[in-house]
């Protein structure tokens, strides 16, 4: 059979997680067999210098054209990226998180969002959460991203840009950064940033509608499982301080650019964004210091 150029580029970086890995990729080749058979689908597997759980060439071996990498020595989050970027070599391209889920209509549903919409830079699909045992899960936080997201018709994304997007994505990150496929044209040139530490895709796609691109939101149907537990990066860091002050600094520079461009709707949501996170995180620390108090006082000898 002759192989297409591929159109959809789903590049995995991993680091010690061959088992969860084994799940995306089964997840991806059972519902997507013959788009990977002709080319259109190529996926690619960035190891990134793993040291307990290996994803081997055997494993590799598993999967038809699959790309297997192994970089000797660590790149770190926007390093791996960056890496996947410039290893694209399809219309789109997806870095796919090691434990998440590709569903089965997928690709499909994306090919069509993307002929009619080749303007895109960013195409979001519908989104479940699944939790450390590949069961579907409704976290509180996860409720408000899904009241948040722009509601499309049922059979066709809703296409937004510029100032409106953004102030929507300020308001709340509605978006799933595993599940995002980026139109390579309009990424060739940009990078992640390594100072946005795990802010760094809320950084990369403000840049992207600060530059006037626009982003396909079709939510009408499920086609991609993110997983959030709590042994998951995303999970143990989802409200510390550390993220609080990346994701501060990145959106105090989006405010600044929105400010520079004119965008003054975008500036002042910006810093209504940062005094309600601020309020979050204070309200975590009292409610904690509260109850370490509460059981250091109960456990007091007598």
Excluded at 155 to 162: A, F, K, L, T, V
Excluded at 201 to 220: P, Q, Y
Excluded at 225 to 249: D, M, V, W
């Amino acid at each position: 059979m002759t192989l297409r150029m591929p159109i959809l580029h789903i590049v995995i970086p991993t680091i010690d997680s061959r088992s969860w890995l084994l799940e995306a990729l089964e997840s991806i080749y059972v519902s997507h067999a013959s788009e990977i058979a002709n080319g259109t689908i190529l996926v690619t597997v960035i190891d990134d210098c793993s040291q307990f759980s290996f994803f081997s060439e055997s494993d590799a071996s598993q999967f038809l054209n699959l790309e297997l990498i192994h970089n000797q020595r660590r790149y770190g989050l926007a390093g791996v990226f960056n890496q996947s970027i410039s290893l694209c070599r399809g219309d789109l391209l997806q870095i796919m998180g090691h434990d998440d889920r590709i569903l089965p209509g997928f690709y499909r549903q994306l090919v069509s969002n993307w002929h009619k919409n080749r303007e895109c830079a960013v195409f979001a699909l519908g989104v479940e959460v699944i939790d450390l045992n590949s069961k579907i899960s409704r976290p509180v936080m996860d409720r408000i991203k899904q009241y948040l997201t722009p509601r499309a018709a049922k059979y066709s994304p809703q296409i937004i840009s510029g100032q409106r997007a953004l102030v929507k994505l300020l308001i709340g990150n509605f978006l799933y950064f595993p599940a995002l496929v980026f139109n390579f044209e309009k990424i060739s040139n940009l990078s992640f940033s390594e100072e946005a530490g795990v802010a760094l895709d809320l950084d990369l796609i403000c840049r992207l509608l600060l530059n006037e691109n626009s982003l396909s939101i079709f939510s009408g149907s499920i086609f991609f499982q993110y997983r959030r537990s709590t042994l998951s990066y995303s999970g143990i860091s989802g409200s510390t301080k550390r993220r609080y002050l990346e994701e501060k600094a990145v959106v105090t520079e989006i405010a600044n650019l929105a400010r520079e461009k004119g965008w003054l709707t975008a500036y002042l949501m910006a810093h209504a964004a940062l005094a309600i996170r601020a309020a979050e995180i204070f309200r975590l620390v009292k409610k904690f210091t509260i109850i370490f108090h509460f059981v250091r006082i109960k456990h007091v000898p007598k």
